[in-house]
Structure formats: C-alpha cells, structure tokens
DNA sequence: CTGAAGTGTTTGGGATATAAAACACTGGCG
DNA sequence: CGCCAGTGTTTTATATCCCAAACACTTCAG
C-alpha cells in the first residue's frame, strides 16, 4: 500500500523533459517522431535516444506504434505542454521585460525551464499580463524602468540588488555548467 | 596548445555550487569547515563528501590545510560569492517583486541560482534597484501590481502569458525534478 | 535480387552524483 | 594506557546521462 510513493515522484530530469518536448515539436511539426529524429533534433546519438526513450516509455509517458513511430501518452503531453509553456512565459519575461539578449535568454531559459515551480511561472505570467495590460502604471514603469541606469551603489546597507554586499559585480562569466 | 579549452571549460556542477557555497557558509559561521561539517549541512554521507571536495581540490576551488581544515582559493571563493550572489537576488525578486510564497521561493531559487546567467542575474538586479528606487512609477507599478488580478484569458491571440495558448492552467504541481 | 542508406538496439566505456560499509587515524575520557 | 566517538578515505554499488561502435533490421534504388 506505498505504491504511491513511488508512483508521486515523478521527477523528471532535463534530459527526459527535452526529449518529451522534442517529441511534441517533431509531432506539432512533421507529424511524426521517430527515435532518430528526437535524437537528431537534440544532437545527440541514436544509442543514447534510444536507451532514454526506453526508460519514457517504461515510465508510460511515451508511446510507440507498430512501426515504431512515437507518441505522448497523456501525462506525457502533460509534461511537454507544461514544459514549453514555462519556456515561453520565461523566455518572454527575460526579453520583454528585463531586457536580455535574446540568445542569453534563449539560453537561461533552456536550462531553467523544467526546473521552475508552476506557482511561481504563474506569478511570472501574471506579471507579463499585467505589463501587457495597458494599466497606465505599468507603461509608465516600462519607460522609467527602459531609462533607469544606475548601477549599483556598493553601499552594503542601501544596495538593493542583494542583502549581503554589492556581489553583482563580481558575478563573473564563469558559466555554470548544467 | 589547446591547453585552453579544458582549462576554459570550468562547468561548476549544481552539486559542486553547493559544495562550495557550503564551505563558505561554514567558515563564516564557525571559523572552519571541516569534510563532515559540509556532509552534514548538504545532508549526504562523508564518502560523498569526501570524493566531490577531492575533486574540487584537485580543479584548484578548495584548499585543504595540514589539519585538515577547508577553505576556498580565491576561484573558489568567487564562484561561491557569485553563486550567492544569484541566490540573494532571485529569492528577494520572487518574494518583493513576483510574491511567490518564501517556501516556494527558497526551493525555486536553490534550483536555479546557479544556472543563471550573469547578465540574465544583474538585470533581474537592476530590476530590484529600479523597484526600490523610490521612483514614483516604480511605487505605482508596485501597487497596481499588487492589486491586478486578472486570469489569464484563455485567449490564444491575446493571452500575453504565452504566445501557443494559454497554457499556464495547465501547469500541475508535477514537479520536475533535478 | 543486391547493396547501400537509414533506423533501432545493444554493448562497453566514461563522467557525475550519491549511498553504504569497511577501514584507518585521531583525540579525549576514564 | 585503552577504548570509543568522531573524522576522513576508499571500496562497492546504484542511477542517470552520454558516446562510440557493432549489430540487426528495413527500405529503396538500380
């Protein structure tokens, strides 16, 4: 009686949301999806598809037909949609309204995408409906915020960008890995 | 002559962040840190420990005196700053500028802090500055925030929470893991 | 039909991340 | 002094993720 136990974890790693969403876009896309093509698409070897997609299909979010053509079980087009709505929600909020570049969000993104909370890609929707809202306040704090420059004070009692010191500006380019 | 491309290639994994951050953390709450004291704060066994800080030694992040006390190089020591760093600005912009949950906020935060980009984590800085600004439409914007609560339309057209459709109803609690 | 191209799987290997357990060292208490 | 708790390491094992390479199967052009 702790089936659900193990049946309420249902972590799914970066790599298994990609190949999910894969799936879908290759289905949205070519109306198909094959191991080969979900492997080409994430650049990387059929071997390495073929054992991940087998561990999905065991899991039952991915399907496969008689000749081999796979599909999303429900739960599993669950996951894409979900994924790829936190993707866009968080590339627009990126681009929109801090401003980055859009191969740097393309790239925060990706990477975050699977792992942030539905309740807080919510709260991050709402902010973008409401700054789309035409509220005249929030045009207005589009413009101020567009202009705003001013870089850190340092001031530890007064910087407002982290409670510890004026880190920022030592945040570097060391790239994080994964 | 390639030397350079492993020695660019510094992929801080999100085991590793924590491993140093903890360092740092320890030292400045108790003087000294210890391969235990980091076990038990991350919460894994000494063997674990004691095999990713050995790695960390040998890329040169963490230091190791004659009583085998740890500390941080000064690599070290600016990736746990920068990792920090990251984490203080995304937990204060989910709770003071998106009013996620502080519960929420620590477990999204702890996920994310060190897969963000740099420029992705000064924006969302400047973001904080401009919002403590004192500026008036910074305090207006804050308020209307505050008060909009408007659902998402379910308008594909017009729904800005996502340009595919309105996707965000659909966002379960399926935790993702990882 | 035959061979080449494409597809899918398996095998063997490497890397990371973790645990459990066994082992060795250290330091203090009685 | 001797023992035991605490500490650090190594070994053995699991799990994920990936690649390269070999193998088997299918399909299609000629």
Not at 1 to 11: G, H, R, V, Y
Not at 130 to 153: Q, T
């Amino acid at each position: 009686m702790d089936a659900w136990k193990e049946f309420e974890q249902n972590p799914i790693s970066h790599s298994a949301a990609h190949h999910i969403v894969a799936i879908k876009e290759l289905l949205d896309e070519y109306g198909y999806a094959r191991v080969s093509d979900v492997a080409r698409l994430l650049e990387i070897t059929r071997g390495s598809a073929s054992i991940t997609l087998k561990g999905l299909k065991g899991r039952g979010l991915v399907t496969e037909d008689d000749r081999r053509f796979l599909g999303l079980s429900k739960t599993g087009e669950h996951v894409a949609r979900s994924v790829i709505a936190k993707k866009t929600i968080l590339k627009k909020f990126f681009i929109d309204a801090l401003g980055v570049e859009e191969h740097q969000a393309d790239i925060d993104t990706c990477k975050i995408e699977h792992l942030v909370s539905s309740e807080t890609a919510e709260r991050v929707a709402q902010f973008l409906r409401f700054l789309d809202s035409g509220d005249p306040s929030s045009e207005h704090f589009r413009k101020a915020l567009a202009e705003f420059d001013e870089p850190c004070s340092g001031d530890t009692s007064s910087c407002p960008c982290c409670a510890e010191a004026c880190l920022v500006k030592e945040l570097g380019d060391d790239e994080l890995g994964s």
